[in-house]
C-alpha cells in the first residue's frame, strides 16, 4: 500500500458546539503520538473547556509507513491542525527511549551518555536527544526521539513556539498532581505499561515495562510494590490508556489488589459522546 493513497481516518471524533476556528488563536493545540498512535485535542486559554478530540491509528508497517509520513497524511487532509495561529501547540511524545536523572547528578555535557546507558546502546545518528526539567520534584527526564520528527513539525509550525515532553513526564506531573494518597498510575500503551507511584505530591517511582500476558503485568506490578515494600491495601491503583473495565489486565489486577480503578470522566461532554476519558491522560493533565 502506498502512503500517497492512503487516508487515516479517526478512531474516536468530538467537536464541541462551541468551537470556532475563527477563535484559534486564543486555542491551545495538544498532540500526543507514538508509533501507533495519534491525538490530538484543543482547548479554549480563556476557561479550559474541552473543544475538541480525535484519535488515529496509525499504521506501523515499517516498508511503507513512518510517523511523519502518517502525519503528513492525517495534516494534509485536516480542516484546521495546520493552522499557524494556535496560542500554542504541545507535543508529548510517547516511546520508550528515555530515563529519569536526579537534578542533583545532572551534567548537560553528559545527556546523551546518560540516555546512551539506560538504552543499552549508542544513540544513532537520526535521534535527536531532549530534556524536560521538573524542578519541583528535583528530577530530569531524558529523552530521544528522530530528529526527523521535529524537524517536521517545526516546518508545519514555523511561526509557533512549540512545546515538547516525553509522555512519561506527562504522566508524572498528572500523578503528582492528581492524589494526596499513595496511588499507582498505570498508562497501558501497546504490549507496555508505564507506572508511576506518588504521595502527597512527590515521586516515588516511575518505570515503563514490556509485557506479553496480563499475568507477567501482575507479576511486574506486585514485584515493584515489593520492592518499595507497598502492602496491596496500602495502595489506590488507577488505570489509563488501552484498558477498560472488560479487559483481562484489568480483571486479573483486581484479582490481586483491592482498590482497582478505570481513571476518572470529569468531561461530561465526553462521556455523553460515549469517549472514554482515561485513554487520554493528557486531557486531565495540566499543561506543560
Known amino acids: 500500500m502506498k502512503t500517497d493513497t492512503l487516508h487515516i481516518l479517526p478512531k474516536v471524533k468530538f467537536i464541541s458546539p462551541y468551537f470556532d476556528a475563527k477563535k484559534i ?3 491551545q493545540l495538544s498532540i500526543a503520538l507514538s508509533e501507533t498512535y495519534f491525538h490530538y485535542w484543543v482547548k479554549d486559554s480563556l476557561d479550559n473547556s474541552l473543544l475538541a478530540l480525535e484519535s488515529y491509528q496509525l499504521p506501523v508497517e515499517p516498508h511503507c509507513h ?8 492525517i495534516f494534509a487532509e485536516h480542516d484546521y491542525l495546520k493552522s499557524l495561529k494556535w496560542k500554542n501547540v504541545y507535543i508529548s511524545i510517547d516511546n520508550h527511549s528515555f530515563t529519569l536523572l536526579p537534578l542533583s547528578l545532572f551534567r548537560k555535557e553528559y545527556t546523551n551518555k546518560y540516555l546512551q546507558l539506560a538504552k543499552g546502546k549508542i544513540i544513532e545518528t537520526d535521534e535527536e536527544v531532549r530534556v524536560k526539567t521538573h524542578a519541583d520534584l528535583g528530577i530530569i527526564n531524558i529523552y530521544s526521539s528522530e530528529r526527523q520528527l521535529f524537524n517536521w513539525f517545526e ?5 509557533l ?18 492524589s494526596k494518597a499513595q496511588t499507582a498510575f498505570l498508562h497501558f500503551g501497546k504490549d507496555s505499561f508505564t507506572m508511576v507511584i506518588s504521595i502527597n505530591g512527590t515521586l516515588k517511582f516511575c518505570n515503563r515495562f514490556h509485557y506479553k500476558t496480563s499475568e507477567d503485568l501482575v507479576y511486574y506490578v506486585l514485584f515493584v510494590m515489593s520492592e518499595l515494600e507497598i502492602e496491596p491495601d496500602e495502595i489506590f491503583i488507577r488505570l489509563y490508556g488501552n484498558v477498560n473495565a472488560e479487559s483481562v489486565d484489568y480483571l486479573l ?26 485513554r487520554y491522560i493528557g486531557i486531565l493533565n495540566v499543561e506543560f
Do not use: M, W
Open 25 to 27: 488563536t486564543q486555542y
Open 161 to 178: 513556539n512549540l512545546e515538547y515532553q516525553h509522555f512519561a513526564s506527562q504522566l508524572i506531573d498528572f500523578a503528582v498532581r492528581s
Open 253 to 278: 489486577l483486581n484479582q490481586y489488589l483491592p482498590k482497582v480503578k478505570i481513571g476518572d470522566i470529569i468531561h461530561e461532554n465526553l462521556l455523553e459522546n460515549q469517549i472514554e476519558e482515561h
Open 155 to 159: 516546518e508545519v509550525y514555523p511561526l
Open 66 to 73: 513512518s510517523i511523519v509520513a502518517n502525519l503528513e497524511i
